[in-house]
């Protein structure tokens, strides 16, 4: 019940926040092949952090400049090749309500990018939120509740198998 009341009030206080912003329409294949630097919001879930290291072997494949936003505990997780490009967050860097906390947000928004990944394909307020801290013009991630409010940009997400999701939301990019 009090996660519930928590969610709640975090939803209302990102919708205020977030209430003049504005996802402008873009021509994807040409603003993805444009881009050169992306952050990426890696998943929550276990089975999903691991499966999505093909989105950044792709990106990475194709020359893209990649920062990575995940909990501190994942870092030593990933594979070596990406742990210098990882910025970690910890506990103590959210709020009462598990967002993104005073020090986190003036960071996130001083970030310039030309995209950003939110690679959870659950429903994720922290992550969501840090998507619109951040200065960039496309916000891709997958097609769940709210993901109107966040993205200019969804992925559709029907698969309950995390390995097919990221393979899509692969080929999705592949197609631009």
């Known amino acids: 019940m009090i996660e519930l009341i928590k969610e709640n009030i975090s939803r209302f206080l990102i919708s205020k926040k977030l209430k003049n912003l504005v996802l402008n329409e873009q021509d994807f294949s040409e603003a993805l092949k444009r881009s050169g630097s992306f952050l990426m919001l890696m998943p929550e879930d276990e089975k999903d952090f691991r499966a999505s ?4 072997d792709h ?6 400049s990649i920062k990575i936003l995940t909990r501190d505990y994942r870092i030593s997780l990933m594979p070596a090749k990406y742990r210098n490009k990882a910025m970690e967050f910890g506990v103590a860097d959210l709020n009462k309500l598990d967002l993104p906390g005073n020090k986190l947000i003036e960071k996130l928004s001083s970030m310039r990018f030309d995209g950003v990944i939110d690679l959870n394909r659950k429903d994720e ?9 951040v200065n960039a013009k496309i916000r891709i991630g997958f097609a769940k509740k709210g993901a109107d409010k966040y993205y200019n940009f969804q992925i559709s997400n029907n698969d309950i198998d995390s390995e097919k999701s990221y393979k899509n939301f692969l080929n999705c990019l592949k197609m631009f």
């Open 53 to 56: 290291y093909i989105v950044l």
């Open 59 to 64: 990106l990475e494949h194709l020359n893209k």
């Open 125 to 133: 307020l922290f992550y969501s939120y840090a998507s619109n801290l």
